[in-house]
């Protein structure tokens, strides 16, 4: 496969051509916020809206998750356009998210955490109003928690439940009200779910742990007094 040859942030780098510029950024070390990135999916669903890029000879940031490589292209992913469309786009996800960092099973490896590093934002912010959805927590599952105050409707559980063959999870509603849930609003544990724990491993943040690490969780919420 033909190499393509172009510079993100001053560092050259090659990419295979048909990679877009968020895999070729990635696969070479530099990070680029994101949650709803899926390799295996040929079409990018770009609903997250936070890897917007600037690339010179174009008049405004893209989203790097659907532009294409191209021979000699020069991005810059700290550029102010870009910087300000994914800043907003974060502290629109987190003034309808739970934000208790300190007692989530997902402290430390979650991806809201690393993109607030990266755009420089923090993660309680009072530049916007926060409007939680307040929904009850899934327990029906005996090997995971599913929290829907957590989750940021990347799809990406939903992706993988297709792929393992179950198709026990899918999305519902609209707008606000848009949420991930099992066919008729049941729990998730009274669905198909097969238990493999795949939709757990791809979450991005916490809002789909296992019960192992709830419970550790939940200790550490206990003996906080939170």
Not at 107 to 117: D, I, P, S, T, V
Not at 207 to 220: Q, Y
Request: proline share 5%; glycine share 8%.
């Amino acid at each position: 496969m033909k190499e393509i040859h172009l510079t993100i942030d001053d560092k050259p780098i090659t990419a295979r051509e048909g990679q877009t510029v968020l895999w070729a950024a990635l696969d070479n070390g530099i990070y680029i916020p994101n949650l709803c990135a899926i390799r295996e999916l040929e079409e990018p669903q770009a609903s997250c809206r936070l890897c917007f890029v600037e690339i010179e000879g174009k008049k405004a940031p893209v989203t790097a998750c659907t532009e294409p490589v191209q021979e000699g292209m020069i991005v810059h992913t700290k550029g102010p356009q870009a910087l300000r469309l994914a800043r907003t786009a974060l502290e629109l996800l987190l003034a309808s998210h739970s934000v208790d960092c300190g007692v989530c099973a997902a402290n430390g490896r979650c991806e809201l955490q690393r993109a607030a590093r990266s755009l420089g934002i923090k993660l309680k912010s009072k530049r916007l109003k926060t409007l939680l959805p307040n929904l009850p927590l899934d327990t029906s599952s005996p090997v995971f928690v599913f929290d829907p105050n957590k989750c940021v409707l990347c799809g990406k559980c939903v992706w993988k439940c297709r792929e393992k063959g179950s198709g026990a999870i899918g999305f519902a509603y609209r707008g606000f009200e848009r949420r991930v849930t099992a066919f008729g609003g049941r729990p998730i544990g009274t669905s198909r779910c097969n238990d493999c724990l795949e939709c757990v491993a791809v979450c991005p943040v916490g809002a789909l742990v296992s019960k192992a690490d709830f419970e550790r969780a939940r200790s550490r919420r206990n003996k906080e007094g939170l």
